[in-house]
């Protein structure tokens, strides 16, 4: 068992948050840098702007292409970030005897943004470039669709890069404020976790960040959920081989008390070869290639969401049978050997994952920049284990509702195409 008490913490003084997990058995050590600030803050007009931050903190003052990422690949190690909703994060990993350098390399980039206005020229081009390749993806256009559906007003259902329109008119001095409110020191957790000494760990992490300005912890627009979209499906015409589906409704968010059952029932419908609609709609009905839930968060609302994809002639079919056996959900329950397989593969996925330092320190990075108690690996476990199979059946009974789903549809299908819109509480066909 993962043990919590190998992670040390402390607060500086400007705000930022700092932890150093050891682990023992690795000979590399994983540097995870995290922001409290993510796209679900932005206003309309400038929609892309942290994602648009979040790559230029790789452009180096020298203007020599890659300088950064080069220069940890040269430490024998390697380098990557990402922007969520909540969230934008980097995250490098290293040979252990190298870390201190990397992580000098890492507060360069986060405190000392370069944004000349060339590589902002560039680098917007490159982002344009992101944004069309999205648009070429129709699981991609399925999943926007969704997301607006469900937050037709609030940042959280935009797409995290922005608009072309967006991106192509943000400026110099807007990404320069993002830059410096993302990573003040209220809105910083710094993770580090590996083949490293945790109190000299912590001196260090605090030798980087201590000094940043401690800046306002930043606030997300309040969500209205009678906002929604009252368009229960969207058909979206692509050139594409297969019809892409995205099925999804809210959950109770963070602090309910039935979050980690109705996680649970994710894994019960969608997690895994033995998942509900796996054997569903691949192994007995041959649908689909693949298939998959999970539950996912933005402030104080959850999304469990299922995405699959198959014949365009087969879609009605595929819907009808995801959406039958959410009704069964309802009325007839998950069975145990359901329950307990789900139970077994999450708090193994746990334990498996959790094995490599790059994932224990975005664990903790995460947990104290979204949880308001932050739960240590071994703490969340002990949660899964105590829920019943009862508790499950409870959870997802309050939670699905007939009117429960918004569902999108992206690839060659007419937009006269039949497709059920609710759960159908009279039985699985």
């Given at each position: 068992m993962i043990a919590a008490s190998m992670a040390v913490q402390r607060a500086l003084p400007n705000g930022a948050h700092l932890i150093a997990t050891a682990v023992p058995h690795t000979a590399a050590v994983?540097?995870?840098?995290?922001?409290?600030?993510?796209?679900?803050?932005?206003?309309?007009?400038?929609?892309?702007?942290?994602?648009?931050?979040?790559?230029?903190?790789?452009?180096?003052?020298?203007?020599?292409?890659?300088?950064?990422?080069?220069?940890?690949?040269?430490?024998?190690g390697q380098i990557n970030a990402?922007?969520?909703?909540?969230?934008?994060?980097?995250?490098?990993?290293?040979?252990?005897?190298?870390?201190?350098?990397?992580?000098?390399?890492?507060?360069?980039?986060?405190?000392?943004?370069?944004?000349?206005?060339?590589?902002i020229e560039k680098e917007r081009t490159v982002i344009l470039d992101e944004l069309a390749l999205l648009d070429d993806l129709p699981e991609e256009s399925a999943r926007r669709a969704v997301l607006a559906a469900l937050w037709p007003k609030h940042p959280f259902g935009r797409e995290v890069a922005g608009t072309t329109a967006t991106v192509s008119s943000l400026t110099r001095d807007a990404l320069l404020q993002r830059a410096a409110a993302m990573f003040a020191g209220r809105n910083t957790i710094v993770s580090v976790a590996g083949a490293l000494d945790p109190a000299m760990a912590l001196d260090l992490l605090a030798d980087a960040f201590g000094t940043a300005p401690a800046g306002s912890r930043e606030l997300y627009p309040e969500v209205h959920t009678n906002g929604q979209s009252a368009d229960r499906i969207q058909i979206?015409?692509?050139?594409?081989?297969?019809?892409?589906?995205?099925?999804?409704g809210f959950t109770p968010g963070r602090s309910s008390r039935d979050r980690y059952a109705l996680e649970?029932?994710?894994?019960?419908?969608?997690?895994g070869f033995g998942a509900r609609l796996v054997l569903e709609l691949r192994e007995r009905h041959g649908l689909a290639?693949?298939?998959?839930?999970?539950?996912g968060y933005c402030g104080d609302q959850g999304v469990l969401a299922i995405d699959g994809a198959t014949d365009p002639d087969l879609l009605t079919k595929a819907i009808t049978i995801v959406l039958g056996e959410l009704s069964g959900v309802i009325e007839r329950g998950v069975t145990v050997e359901e329950f307990e397989r789900a139970q077994a593969y999450a708090i193994g996925g746990m334990v498996r994952s959790l094995e490599d330092s790059a994932v224990?320190?975005?664990?903790?990075?995460?947990?104290?920049?979204?949880?308001?108690?932050?739960?240590?690996?071994?703490?969340?476990?002990r949660r899964f284990r105590g829920l019943t199979h009862d508790d499950v059946n409870a959870a997802a009974r309050a939670c699905l509702v007939p009117d429960w789903p918004v569902i999108a549809v992206a690839g060659p299908v007419d937009a006269s195409v039949e497709i059920p819109t609710a759960l159908m509480l009279t039985g699985v066909g």
């Open positions: 994983s540097l995870h840098v995290a922001s409290r600030i993510g796209s679900g803050s932005e206003p309309g007009e400038l929609s892309g702007v942290t994602h648009f931050v979040e790559h230029m903190l790789f452009r180096n003052r020298s203007h020599e292409p890659g300088a950064f990422a080069c220069a940890i690949e040269r430490l024998g990402a922007t969520e909703p909540e969230l934008t994060v980097v995250g490098a990993k290293v040979p252990a005897e190298a870390w201190p350098d990397a992580l000098r390399i890492v507060a360069q980039m986060v405190h000392e943004p370069a944004m000349d206005p060339e590589d979206i015409r692509r050139e594409a081989e297969q019809a892409y589906f995205s099925i999804a649970l029932l994710g894994a019960v419908l969608g997690a290639y693949d298939i998959g839930a999970d539950v224990l320190a975005a664990w903790y990075a995460r947990e104290h920049a979204l949880e308001s108690t932050p739960l240590a690996p071994d703490a969340l476990i």
